[in-house]
C-alpha cells in the first residue's frame, strides 16, 4: 500500500512538472516573439535614423546655399538702393 501511495504521489508530482514545463515553454516562446518583434521594431529605427541623418546633412547644405544666396541678394539690394541714391543725388545736381 506504501508503495501505492508513493507512486501515486510521484505521478502527481511528474504531472505538475510536466505542466510547469509547458508554461515555461509557452512564456519562452512568447518572450522570444517579443524578442523578434522588438529586434524588428529597433532595425526599423536605425534604418529611419539613417535616412532621417542623410536628410537632415542634405537640408543643412540647402540652408547654407540658401543663406548664401540670400547673403548675395541683399548685398546687390544694397548696392542697387545706393546706386539709386547716388544716382538722384546726381538728378537733384543738375
Known sequence: MYLFINLANANSDIENLQEEILKKTDE???QQDEIMRLSYEMREIHRRLKELKKENE????LLSLTGKTRHEYETKVNLFQIS???HSLFLNLD
Open 84 to 86: 539709386i541714391t547716388m
Open 28 to 30: 519562452n516562446l512568447q
Open 58 to 61: 542634405e537640408l543643412k547644405v
